[in-house]
């Protein structure tokens, strides 16, 4: 059981390039987010999913897109990036509602920098 | 308005004292869950404690408490006996109305916490 998987763990890129990270969880949850870390301002929310096919946008979505082709699979893609994108990238998953606790699992984290 | 609020940007403790990271949130939502996460500097982030709006008792895990004052609006995380591993930096979150589809996670931005030997 190896929770959730993220590739690739660094990144860089210049500005303009594009890349996809891959976000993969074994655990058979519904839910799927992408989040971004910067120094001073915590976790934010780019795109969820609560389910295969589907996506929505969270805090931050602009300059990305997703997909979640596969339950088990969310991708998450920069068409031309650009330094303000320069930021670690935690991709996280939970069951979906009803009681209990249902927190979220992280993965390890993905460090990308735009020059 | 930010849903959740860390005011509390680093914080100091003795080893084996007791310390309570204050965490604030907003909602209109009855339903919703509050969650604090530890994140050591190696980067992962760790599922600490919960607590749903419901809930009639404090959440307690191991030396985690979590200090919940439903009409001030607050989740404050206490850790008893601090050790040298719980230098870290911790977040609050919450998720609103748990039992409807598709609801987000937000994230305070943070404490960061020292041990002192």
């Known amino acids: 059981n190896a929770g959730v998987t993220q590739t690739p763990k660094f990144r860089v890129l210049k500005t303009g390039q594009s890349m996809t990270l891959l976000c993969a969880q074994d655990m058979n949850h519904e839910y799927m987010y992408w989040y971004r870390q910067d120094p001073g301002m915590g976790l934010r929310l780019i795109h969820y999913s609560v389910g295969e096919g589907t996506t929505a946008k969270g805090e931050v979505p602009d300059g990305y897109n997703v997909s979640r082709l596969k339950k088990q699979n969310f991708l998450l893609g920069l068409e031309s990036a650009a330094p303000s994108q320069t930021s670690v990238y935690f991709c996280?998953?939970?069951?979906?509602?009803?009681?209990?606790?249902?927190?979220?699992?992280f993965g390890p984290g993905t460090r990308l920098t735009v020059t | 308005a930010q849903k959740i609020t860390q005011t509390q940007p680093g914080m100091f403790v003795q080893e084996k004292e007791a310390v309570t990271l204050d965490c604030t949130y907003d909602t209109s939502d009855p339903s919703y869950g509050l969650f604090w996460y530890k994140q050591p500097s190696s980067g992962e982030m760790i599922f600490l404690i919960y607590q749903g709006s419901y809930d009639q008792q404090n959440a307690t895990e191991g030396r985690y408490s979590l200090n919940f004052q439903k009409a001030r609006k607050s989740a404050n995380l206490v850790i008893s006996a601090s050790q040298l591993g719980d230098s870290a930096m911790y977040f609050c979150?919450?998720?609103?109305?748990?039992?409807?589809?598709?609801?987000?996670?937000?994230f305070g931005t943070g404490t960061s916490l020292t041990v002192i030997p």
């Open positions: 979150a919450m998720r609103e109305g748990l039992w409807v589809t598709g609801n987000q996670f937000y």
């Open positions: 996280a998953s939970s069951y979906s509602g009803g009681t209990g606790t249902y927190e979220q699992y």
